[in-house]
């Protein structure tokens, strides 16, 4: 099964996407699944994961309406207060929908070492022995306090999106790809090759760009723990689904096999988040 392992729907009338302004051009629109259903058929994505982009329980159960409704949906990664008291009765209550299959703090709007504070990391600790699956939506700056977390939770099942963002555009490398090769040491760490392309310089980029930060991934985790994702319509900015698509086939290391390129296009996402779809 062919999988997009990152994207999103909103619908600007709910009012909670507090990021969704007018000055975000293309992107403050309802973007909705017939939107992109032609997209996913053109590439054989047969399912999708949709992810959270507002920082409310109300999104949440929006996004679960959706699943309910279109077959396409394999999956919701949700939001979850993981600041609150009451995180245990939040995630418990989510957990009983088949379709909540993680969910997401919205780190990269947080101060650089929320993630460590007492309570975050109480609340954690459910999630680590439940083995159950967190997005983790970085930048290049929460790599060290992410792997602070880890060394507390070795065993915590998460996913880095977007590479944690690192600074295309700059052609920078360091420390971003220490920092992610101290990561891949645990195993239950996955990465998505997702939002790589409104990274890199939005006149100049090419696939080219894109090669060094994908190849290193590649690298460390290994193409059993990466996952493709369009992060449409947030690719939208940038360029279009088939070009996001062309260019991460394009920056693939060329020695991968079709075993490999099955496991980062579907299976990978089926296994992390444990996905019962056929």
């Excluded at 699944?33 to 999104?59: D, K, M, N, V, W």
């Excluded at 077959?71 to 939001?79: H, K, L, P, Q, R």
């Excluded at 159950?132 to 306090?145: E, K, N, S, V, W």
């Excluded at 070009?243 to 096999?257: F, G, H, I, R």
């Amino acid at each position: 099964m062919r999988i997009d392992a990152h994207q999103h729907y909103w619908n600007i009338a709910r009012g909670d996407y507090g990021w969704l302004t007018p000055e975000q051009g293309i992107l403050y629109a309802d973007y909705l699944p017939e939107q992109l259903h032609e997209a996913l058929a053109s590439y054989g994505f047969e399912r999708t994961i949709l992810i959270q982009a507002a920082p409310t329980f109300e999104e949440t159960e929006f996004m679960l309406s959706l699943y309910e409704k279109y077959d396409s949906i394999a999956g919701v990664v949700g939001w979850l207060d993981l600041d609150s008291p009451e995180f245990g009765e939040q995630y418990a209550k989510f957990r009983k929908h088949e379709g909540f299959v993680g969910f997401r703090p919205m780190l990269q709007d947080l101060h650089d070492q929320w993630i460590l504070q007492t309570q975050v990391m109480k609340n954690l600790e459910m999630v680590v022995r439940d083995e159950f699956p967190i997005d983790l939506q970085l930048r290049p700056r929460h790599l060290p306090y992410i792997l602070e977390v880890l060394r507390v939770f070795p065993a915590l099942r998460a996913v880095i999106d977007h590479a944690a963002k690192p600074f295309i555009s700059e052609k920078s490398l360091d420390p971003w790809k220490m920092q992610m090769t101290e990561i891949a040491a645990y195993p239950n760490v996955m990465c998505k090759l997702s939002g790589l392309v409104t990274e890199a310089n939005q006149q100049t980029w090419g696939w080219e760009d894109l090669a060094p930060y994908v190849h290193h991934v590649v690298e460390v985790f290994e193409p059993d723990r990466i996952m493709f994702g369009s992060d449409w319509p947030v690719c939208l900015t940038t360029c279009s689904y088939r070009e996001v698509y062309d260019a991460l086939l394009k920056a693939l290391p060329s020695y991968l096999t079709q075993h490999d390129r099955d496991a980062i296009f579907g299976c990978n996402a089926k296994r992390f988040y444990d996905l019962h779809c056929t």
